[in-house]
């Protein structure tokens, strides 16, 4: 029973030995040599949540430009070669003018990466992210007329580029959790339940007077403890403030 234990704590433990590194890992992210950080300003209304404006970016490094999405999902677009960043064009609707996006481009022309100008330029301190990104790339960039389907739900429906423009688009506080719940990882959401159940049947050894079964008891416990407390807690703060926007929180 000691040894069951102890092989089911060794679950959650490494888990946290895992995110404990990550966390010192993210720690050391300011060591970076960056040129510049700019972070999204969402338009008012258009559901920019916290965890949206905690997590997106994009990072001008000085041979890289790393885009990072509400989940924390990078890409890394190269800033020189052919297929560098080489041009920033801003997609503007033919008929009204407004801003709608803006593609990075290569040397060649094509498009690498699309942002949604509603949910990074369109806030408050969208200009000077703006102002800041073209600076720090220190590439042309233009302004050119868009046509897109006035029936389309999104502007970007039918762009060779759309499923960019959704990851880089601010989401819905319940899609994100499904995404990066405690336990989405390689055991899978079923870690929540089937350890502190297994675990329980290990608890009688709290009432024993033989160490290996108290052990076994005490691991039971604290494999418990590791496996709910903290997917609890961090559920908990999603739903009532990270996956809020911030004038609803």
């Known amino acids: ?56 970016s994009l990072r001008v490094l000085p041979r890289d430009l ?18 560098g960043v080489a041009r920033l064009v801003r997609l503007v609707d033919a008929t009204t003018g407004e801003p709608l996006g803006v593609e990075v481009r290569d040397a060649e022309g094509e498009a690498r990466a699309l942002l949604p100008w509603r949910f990074w330029f369109a806030g408050p301190r969208g200009g000077d992210g703006w102002a800041a990104l073209v600076a720090a790339l220190g590439v042309p960039s233009s302004d050119e007329e868009y046509q897109h389907p006035r029936a389309a739900q999104t502007w970007w429906q039918g762009h060779a580029l759309a499923g960019d423009a959704r990851r880089m688009s601010a989401m819905e506080g319940k899609a994100a959790r499904k995404q990066v719940g405690w336990y989405g990882s390689v055991v899978g959401a079923n870690e929540a339940m089937v350890l502190p159940v297994f675990s329980a ?30 997917a609890t807690a961090s559920a908990l703060v999603s739903r009532a403030s990270y996956d809020r926007t911030p004038a609803a929180a």
């Open 1 to 56: 029973m000691t040894v069951a234990a102890g092989a089911l704590f060794l679950l959650p433990a490494a888990d946290a030995v895992v995110r404990v590194g990550a966390w010192w890992r993210n720690r050391q992210h300011g060591r970076r040599v960056e040129k510049a950080e700019i972070r999204p300003s969402p338009a008012a209304g258009s559901g920019g949540t916290r965890r949206f404006l905690r997590t997106a």
């Open 201 to 230: 049947l290990l608890l009688v050894g709290l009432l024993s007077e033989e160490v290996p079964m108290f052990l076994a008891g005490v691991l039971s416990a604290l494999t418990i403890l590791l496996s709910l407390g903290p």
């Open 66 to 83: 790393v885009l990072t999405n509400a989940l924390g999902e990078e890409r890394w677009l190269g800033r020189t070669g052919p297929h």
